[in-house]
């Protein structure tokens, strides 16, 4: 004889709220990162604008408008306003300022385009007083290999000195300090004139003392040019 089924147990229904279950963990926000970041933000920022404002700044500055001659004196025509940005590492002079660079004297030989700065002028004129403009010719043997410019300093030797006996030391040569005005060695010209096709002329600033002999000497051929160290072709 079978005995009774015993009915399941049931569980009681819960009355209360039910509890949710766990959620990921809070991460605690560390205020000194965030502090820090928010700064490089800042100054992230900060320079990207004074960047874009040192670009954009545009002014007025002086140019040459063509090609100025060392110790040539600056005219209106000789110069242009230009406006561009700021040039860094540059201290150009400023347009408003054209009064006061024209009738200076070039320091260099300009090129067209240059942004003129006060290292290229002087108010000096060339050449000064108790100074002349000398033109000498001298063949290519008498000058350095590399092309001697305007602007250079240069010593002029005399290499016209009688030899001494064997037994004495020889006496130094004669040297002048000059400065190149211009040259010009158009060999066709020379060679329609009759000279010859390896000469080349120089106008050197010298003492107006000093001018007669050294005009005598390269006459003679007993005068040689060295550029002295530091400067153009050297």
Do not use: C, K
């Amino acid at each position: 004889m079978s005995q009774p089924t015993t009915p399941p147990l049931l569980q009681p229904t819960p009355t209360g709220p039910v509890a949710a279950p766990p959620g990921p963990r809070e991460r605690r926000v560390r205020f000194g990162h965030l502090a820090l970041a928010i700064a490089l933000v800042v100054v992230g920022a900060l320079g990207t604008a004074t960047l874009v404002t040192l670009v954009s700044a545009r002014g007025e500055y002086l140019a040459l408008a063509r090609d100025v001659a060392y110790g040539a004196e600056l005219t209106r025509d000789d110069l242009v306003i230009v406006r561009i940005s700021n040039p860094p590492g540059l201290d150009p002079w400023p347009a408003s300022e054209i009064g006061r660079a024209v009738g200076n004297f070039a320091t260099m030989p300009l090129a067209a385009g240059t942004l003129l700065t006060g290292a290229h002028v002087t108010n000096q004129r060339f050449p000064a007083a108790g100074e002349v403009r000398l033109g000498i010719t001298l063949p290519s043997d008498r000058l350095p290999a590399q092309r001697v410019r305007a602007g250079n300093l240069v010593l002029l030797v005399d290499t016209g000195n009688p030899a001494s006996p064997s037994d004495q030391a020889a006496p130094p040569p004669r040297t002048w300090q000059g400065t190149v005005l211009e040259v010009a060695d158009d060999r066709s010209s020379s060679l329609l004139s009759g000279g010859r096709s390896d000469e080349t002329t120089i106008d050197v600033i010298v003492s107006s003392q000093d001018a007669p002999t050294i005009a005598t000497l390269a006459a003679n051929n007993q005068l040689a040019v060295a550029v002295l160290p530091g400067q153009p072709g050297s």
